[in-house]
């Protein structure tokens, strides 16, 4: 809350946040091949959805006490397109992601691939708000 205190304060009087996070639900594996998509399945994520819950409950905090005024949301996925598992694998310890992904839908994903060709891709729900800055006279 400090945080989106701080930011109130730097902002001009017409002056907009831009809140752009996770949806607080598990992403979703799938490959695309031969022009459709097939489902791979979803992994735990449980504790990024508690922070997203705790962000969103501080955000709202905020709001109820004037500072910022929701004027616009938009839903989204963001798509993650990769040739392999493997590639994957490897932008997640790039990125330092801990979550354990399940054997079995690696196991499906490889399978998947490797049968047909294709690519894997990573969706994961986004929310977008719009956030004016309310003055606090």
Avoid: C, N
């Amino acid at each position: 809350m400090h945080a989106l205190r701080k930011i109130h304060r730097s902002l001009t009087e017409t002056g907009v946040l831009l809140d752009l996070h996770p949806e607080p639900e598990d992403s979703r594996a799938e490959v695309a091949r031969k022009g459709r998509l097939e489902i791979v399945g979803t992994w735990d994520q449980e504790a990024d959805i508690q922070d997203i819950r705790l962000a969103r409950a501080q955000l709202g905090i905020v709001e109820s006490q004037g500072f910022f005024v929701t004027e616009r949301q938009v839903g989204f996925d963001l798509l993650e397109h990769y040739p392999s598992v493997e590639d994957w694998l490897d932008h997640r310890t790039e990125r330092g992601d801990t979550v354990v992904i399940q054997r079995e839908l690696l196991d499906k994903a490889r399978d998947l691939l490797a049968t047909a060709g294709g690519e894997l891709i990573i969706r994961e729900p986004i929310r977008a708000s719009l956030l004016r800055r309310l003055s606090r006279d």
